[in-house]
């Protein structure tokens, strides 16, 4: 389905239904979920495009010509307010799932930090300065002390670009939207024309794994710190970057 909104939008936009934030915080469910249901995602599959080591993916390009109707990017962080100044996309409804800053920082490093295809510590191939991304790991930085100031300046860029333009949205709280259908089938309200709550509870029941969500803020968990990195040059010139944290665990 695709939503008819006369928000200022002319005929030409392509339109699209976003959903961002930091990450780490439902939005692969919300698009395994919605896949599930029929909506217009680009996946046939619940798992195509998924990383197992981390539970996450399923993201497109919005401005690809080849992107479905609904489209998950936590890049659009930053690129959306680019992308709306050009004056060909509309965005009808923008979903952004929020989880607590420091466990969504936090579930990033535990990402990071299990890379680690060298005997327990993360090798990151090095390019100049440049680093390899690691999937659901660190974006934009190899520090993990600088993870959690980069996710807010994300996360305001983003509320910003939408009060600028006045963009439909809606904030679903995590990890309450994997476990509390009703919550979410409300806050899905904009996008759920024709599936009623039965149909809806059951693919939720199918496509939700509350056991993987990790709580940060239990006391057996301890908090996730970074060592120093190191940056050292291999015997074949390549650079490889090393961290350790407290623990390792997998989930999201």
Known sequence: MKLKFTNNSDSHQVHKV?????????????????????????????QEGVY??????????????????????????DDL?????????????????????????????????QARPNGGYLRLLLKGS?????PGGLIDTDNPDEQQTILAQKLYNLIYTLTIHDIPHTFLHFPRIIKDAQYLYSKLAPIMDGID????????????????????????????????????????????????????LRGL
């Open 130 to 134: 440049k680093y390899k991304a690691v």
């Open 52 to 77: 197992e080591s981390c539970n996450a993916g399923m993201e497109r390009d919005l401005i690809d010509s080849s992107a479905p109707y609904i489209v998950k990017n936590p890049s659009l962080c």
């Open 81 to 113: 307010a680019q992308i709306l100044q050009t004056g060909e996309y509309a965005i009808d409804h923008a979903f952004i799932p929020i989880r607590s800053l420091e466990a969504a920082t936090r579930s990033r490093i535990q990402v990071f930090n």
């Open 197 to 248: 709550y039965s149909g809806f509870l059951e693919f939720f029941n199918d496509v939700a794994k509350p056991e993987l969500v990790h709580d940060f803020s239990k006391p057996g968990l301890k908090r996730l710190q970074s060592s120093k990195i190191d940056i050292q040059n291999s015997q074949k010139g390549n650079g490889y970057c090393r961290w350790q944290s407290t623990v390792g």
């Open 18 to 46: 976003i959903i961002t934030g930091t990450g780490r915080a439902g939005t692969t469910f919300l698009v395994q979920l919605l896949t599930a249901l029929g909506l217009e995602t680009g996946f046939k599959d619940i």
